[in-house]
């Protein structure tokens, strides 16, 4: 994951999301949550789309893994007619070596005026710096990394097969090099932003894919597949776009998520959506797994966070679809929202 604990939003991104809220507040509080009902999310095939990153290996940059996992990244957005732009870039680690980086775009509906950006990180991280052992090789970052990846990866299939489509246009982001911050107390300060995380994140924010290119709003998914996941809001969330926040979880306490969309602030944290309201301007939200709020001892994540342990058997079904259903009602909704 990325650096976390105590810290206040820096003013640019308190100052970013105070203007994004004129954008994000035009969806109004009031508006009935399941207005067009959205096509079935399979959590069967957001499982074995899991399944088939791991099976790659960590997706850690500058490995043959990460290579193969882009090309089938690519090859699998653009079998459901996406419109796919790889952004490369070569971003330094806190170790001062230049990492092999790719952003993965993929978009439908281009014409339309109302966009709506979604997002993940496909990156692993490549040190498991809280397991008891091996603490220098990757991890296989099931749910820290693969699990948004295949939620993401499943809504384009479904948006692909069905007869009717969202009314607004999509943009899937894959970051990449998320993960590759140092941990606390393992590698000295390398004076990095956000600690060496988030990189490929604030690489599109300060070089965007098209030019001018906006969205009325974003959602992150990052870490949303593990049994027993809870969902609370942050503060730079709140900050960015509350109506959106609301909008997403009301629209999964309808659908019957709200055991894993908890009505509850998770303090701050540092994650991609971080650098998108910064740089882009665009106000996005994050559903991230918060087990509890921040404390002095910082945020508590799902149990094989950062270990060895974040494997296929961290993963449950029932989670992935609690967030994939309630992303693409969501989208389906926006359609009707004037």
């Known amino acids: 994951m990325k650096k976390t604990g105590l810290f206040l939003v820096v003013s640019l991104i308190i100052f970013a999301g105070c203007r994004s809220n004129e954008k994000a507040e035009t969806t109004t509080e009031e508006q009935a949550v399941v207005s067009v009902p959205a096509p079935a999310f ?42 796919v732009t790889e952004q490369n870039f070569k971003p330094v680690n806190y170790e001062g070596k230049a990492l092999n980086a790719k952003n993965i775009i993929a978009s439908t509906n281009p014409a339309a005026a109302k966009r709506v950006l979604l997002a993940a990180h496909w990156d692993t991280r490549p040190i498991a710096d809280k397991d008891d052992e091996r603490q220098t090789q990757p991890i296989p970052g099931a749910n820290d990394g ?81 049994k027993n996941a809870t969902f609370r809001y942050d503060e730079t969330s709140m900050q960015a776009a ?45 559903i991230i797994d918060l087990k509890t709020s921040f404390g002095s001892s910082g945020a508590d994540f799902f149990k094989a966070h950062h270990t060895h342990d974040d494997d296929i058997s961290a993963i449950d079904k029932n989670t992935l679809k609690a967030v994939g259903q309630t992303v693409l009602q969501v989208l389906y909704n926006e359609g009707s929202v004037q």
């Open 42 to 83: 399979s959590s069967d095939s957001a499982f074995h789309f899991l399944e088939k990153q791991l099976a790659f290996g960590p997706r850690v940059p500058n490995t043959p893994a990460h290579v193969k996992t882009a090309a089938w990244l690519i090859q699998k957005f653009k079998s459901y007619g996406f419109e």
């Open 146 to 226: 693969a699990s948004g990846v295949a939620v993401l990866l499943e809504i384009a299939r479904i948006i692909h097969e069905a007869p009717k489509k969202p009314e607004v246009g999509i943009d899937i982001i894959l970051f990449d090099a998320e993960d590759w911050g140092e941990a606390i107390d393992y590698k000295k300060d390398s004076g990095l932003q956000y600690g060496g995380y988030l990189l490929g994140s604030d690489y599109w924010s300060k070089n965007l894919h098209k030019p001018n290119y906006t969205a009325f709003y974003g959602i992150l998914l990052d870490m949303v597949g593990a």
């Open 242 to 286: 509350p109506s959106i926040v609301k909008n997403v979880w009301n629209t999964a306490s309808q659908l019957g998520f709200s055991q894993y969309f908890l009505n509850e602030s998770g303090g701050s944290i540092y994650d991609d959506h971080v650098p998108v309201i910064a740089n882009a301007k665009i106000p996005m939200i994050d």
